[in-house]
């Protein structure tokens, strides 16, 4: 029976490493990369996204940032959300939309120095049609998730991340099996042959990197099969899903108010943080969606903090916060920042690095030792 399973695991573990391999190596040196996505993106685009930070100056009020940009936008623009400075030398973005008359969206980003409320220029972010006409780091996002192949065959990235989280635990048992004292098992006999140098260092590696391996690959497929994971978690913990923000009630009797007046309104919900975000309306029932950010939240390019608001009453139509989440709630809360290392802080990003070569170093030291296996074969026969 134990030879079975032997012969099992490692036929499953040698056929996904050879044929998805090189695979998963590139989506691990893309990770790795993304890893810095915002600071490669500014450094990129740094007359855009980057501005000086006068010593003792404080940003400019953000109605007269919105207001800087919106004179920077097409007439029938949709405007989409305004992004407040990630650090002091960055700059605020506002986004939006412009549909062709073929019903193709293009979505722009405008940026604005938040000291002078002054706009450093522009930019297309995402257009669906023409995935190389977007920023690299987009281009390089895409390809993370999707091999850009659209997002509707994520999928087939989340069936490559099932079968790595398969063989992380297949080389794992394989171990095991070999070496019950694992403490010789966890050595590189580095005066042997090169055979045993190179078997020695994949079972090392694959050793150390597993539990690591397994969290990236199970975070990731988690969040590509979104529906499938919140069906099973509430098997366990209540999961509400994306949350209803409302709509807005169109009123002959009320002026749509000022972004200054959401952002009021929001205050008195969540009397900490800073602003984030603020989604604004782009349509008769759009509604002000204002986020806010603790320090402590473990997620950095988003926030959950959240307040929806009718753009005319101002009357508050929806609350989220993390304080109130269910533990499943918590667990989609906390997804993306673990896979992105983005929980760790700035230890997360060079630590998120190192586990990107992973599979590259794995798919190497594992393509020399079948090779040898081969070669050592031929001799016999």
């Known amino acids: ?31 790795s990369i993304l890893a810095f996505r915002e600071d490669i993106d500014e450094r990129l685009n740094y007359s855009l996204m980057r501005v000086a ?73 995402i257009h669906g049609e023409d995935q190389f006409s977007q920023p690299i780091i987009q281009i390089l996002m895409a390809f993370h998730w999707t091999l850009l192949l659209g ?15 398969f063989s992380a635990f297949a080389g794992l048992y394989l171990w095991w099996l070999k070496n019950k004292n694992w403490r010789l098992g966890l050595t590189v006999k580095w005066q042997a042959s090169s055979e045993r140098i190179t078997y020695d260092l994949h079972k090392n590696i694959g050793f150390y990197g597993a539990a ?3 969290i990236m690959t199970a975070t990731g497929a988690a969040m590509i099969f979104k529906p499938v994971t919140q069906k099973v978690t509430s098997l366990f913990s209540t999961v509400s899903g994306e949350p209803n ?11 749509p108010i000022h972004i200054t007046q959401a952002i009021v309104i929001a205050n008195r919900v969540f009397k900490d943080g800073k602003i984030f975000s603020i989604s604004l309306p782009n349509s008769p029932t759009g509604v002000f969606i204002v986020g806010k950010m603790l320090d402590s939240e473990p997620n950095k390019s988003r ?79």
């Open 212 to 214: 690591f391996l397994i």
């Open 151 to 165: 997002a509707n065959n994520a999928y087939l990235i989340g069936f490559i991340g099932i079968f790595f989280f």
């Open 303 to 381: 926030t959950y903090r959240n307040v929806s608001i009718d753009q005319y009453s101002g009357e508050i139509l929806q609350i989220q916060d993390p304080d109130n989440f269910t533990a499943g709630e918590k667990l989609f809360e906390w997804l993306f920042p673990v896979h992105t290392g983005e929980i760790f802080g700035e230890y997360g990003r060079p630590v998120l690095l190192l586990i990107g070569l992973l599979p590259l170093a794995l798919f190497t030291t594992g393509l020399m030792r079948w090779r040898q296996k081969r070669h050592s074969r031929k001799i016999r026969s």
């Open 1 to 31: 029976m134990k030879r079975i399973a032997h012969n099992f695991f490692y036929n499953a573990h040698k056929i996904i490493g050879l044929f998805l391999g090189l695979v998963f190596v590139l989506i691990g040196l893309s990770g």
């Open 53 to 125: 930070s006068p010593p003792n100056a404080s940003f400019k009020i953000i109605s007269e940032i919105y207001s800087s940009a919106i004179q920077a936008i097409p007439k029938d623009a949709k405007v989409e959300r305004l992004m407040m400075p990630r650090h002091k030398n960055a700059a605020a973005i506002l986004t939006y939309i412009v549909e062709t008359d073929d019903l193709d969206s293009f979505f722009y980003e405008v940026f604005i120095n938040p000291y002078t409320a002054k706009v450093t220029g522009q930019r297309l972010k």
């Open 245 to 255: 923000f409302g709509k807005s009630k169109p009123s002959a009797q009320h002026e």
